[in-house]
């Protein structure tokens, strides 16, 4: 008797062991299913970032359209006031303020004066590129008022010599050489970059490995090639391969990504603002 009911005690606790191992198993099953859908999930969301623009995207720079309100709205960074000295626009419709002199330290490894507050960015893309294999090297960087003055009065000179009335000639020498405060040279925020092995200042410093490395990187350093192919009708100036000029990283970025330059970036910033 005891036996019998020894065995069914016995029957009953298999059964409830039984009972267990299926409860637990559905649970593992359900577990499984749960983490597959929540890993699936995350897998397709990594795969179409939201907020990731590809390199090169641009944004339609039109913003005179009327769209009615329903396009999003393109926000045009714009520096803070204490940093408005890195957008600054210097053309010939554009002046420095007169006597303007940044803080100027020497630029690594050359003679050259940068604004003190940019030289760090640009000795370290400078510095990158030779670790790259390449050989950069700066011809022109700061140019102090009395030097640009010089170099224009000497234009004036070369003018008149071929004939020239000396308002003629003033003229003529405004159209090669920036007249003294409208040279971006001034602000200490420029420089000609040239490959060592080739220094020639016309269209094929362009093809040179120097070029092409410092045109695709030189956002990421906070500078843009200031007077790029194809905007002179903006800049007034001539496709020069050679001429950088620090903006910070944030706008040299959009510049960029924009196909823009200066002009047209400032062009940009005024619409904004008066929206
Ligand atoms: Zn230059």
Same mark, same amino acid.
């Given at each position: @008797?005891? /036996?019998?009911?020894? =065995?069914?005690?016995?029957?009953?606790?298999?059964k409830k062991?039984?009972?267990?191992k299926?409860?637990?198993? #559905?649970?593992?099953?359900?577990?499984?299913?749960?983490?597959?859908v929540?890993?699936?999930?995350?897998?397709g969301?990594?795969e179409?970032?939201?907020?990731?623009?590809?390199?090169?995207?641009?944004?339609? +720079?039109?913003?005179?359209? &009327?769209?009615?309100?329903?396009e999003?709205?393109? #926000?045009?960074?714009?520096v803070?006031?204490?940093? =408005?000295? *890195?957008?600054?626009?210097v053309?010939s419709?554009?002046?420095?303020a007169?006597?303007?002199?940044p !803080?100027l330290?020497?630029?690594?490894?050359t003679?050259?004066?940068f604004d +003190?507050?940019?030289?760090?960015?640009?000795?370290? @893309?400078?510095? &990158?590129?030779?670790?790259?294999?390449?050989?950069? @090297? #700066?011809?022109?960087?700061?140019?102090?008022?009395?030097?640009?003055?010089?170099?224009?009065?000497?234009?004036?000179? *070369?003018?008149q010599?071929?004939?020239?009335?000396?308002?003629?000639?003033?003229?003529?020498?405004?159209?090669?050489?920036?007249?003294?405060?409208?040279s971006e040279?001034?602000?200490?925020l420029?420089?000609?970059?040239?490959a060592t092995?080739?220094?020639?200042? &016309?269209?094929?410093?362009?093809e040179?490995? /120097?070029q092409?490395?410092? @045109?695709?990187?030189?956002? *990421?350093?906070?500078?843009?090639?200031r007077?790029?192919?194809g905007?002179? /009708?903006?800049?007034?100036? #001539?496709y020069?391969?050679?001429?950088?000029?620090?903006?910070?990283?944030e706008?040299a970025?959009?510049?960029? !990504?924009? &196909?823009?330059?200066?002009?047209?970036?400032?062009?940009?910033?005024?619409?904004?603002q008066?929206q």
């Open positions: @008797m005891q /036996e019998e009911r020894k =065995s069914r005690v016995q029957s009953q606790q298999q062991q039984q009972q267990t299926l409860l637990v198993l #559905i649970l593992v099953v359900v577990l499984i299913g749960a983490c597959a929540l890993f699936l999930h995350g897998a969301e990594s179409t970032p939201e907020d990731v623009v590809p390199p090169g995207e641009t944004v339609d +720079a039109d913003t005179t359209s &009327d769209a009615g309100g329903t999003p709205e393109i #926000i045009i960074p714009v803070s006031e204490e940093d =408005s000295w *890195k957008t600054v626009l053309n419709s554009h002046a420095l007169d006597g303007y002199v !803080e330290v020497t630029v690594d490894n003679s050259f004066k +003190a507050r940019a030289a760090e960015d640009l000795n370290t @893309m400078l510095q &990158d590129a030779r670790t790259e294999g390449l050989a950069p @090297m #700066i011809c022109s960087s700061y140019r102090a008022w009395e030097r640009q003055t010089a170099l224009f009065e000497k234009q004036v000179a *070369k003018q010599a071929t004939g020239l009335s000396y308002e003629e000639a003033y003229e003529k020498a405004k159209s090669v050489v920036a007249y003294p405060g409208t040279h001034q602000t200490g420029a420089t000609d970059i040239v092995s080739h220094q020639l200042l &016309d269209d094929s410093q362009a040179t490995a /120097e092409q490395w410092l @045109m695709e990187n030189c956002w *990421k350093y906070g500078f843009i090639l007077y790029p192919l905007k002179s /009708e903006y800049t007034g100036i #001539i020069e391969p050679w001429h950088y000029r620090y903006v910070g990283k706008v970025q959009y510049i960029t !990504e924009n &196909d823009l330059c200066l002009e047209e970036y400032w062009q940009l910033v005024e619409n904004q008066a």
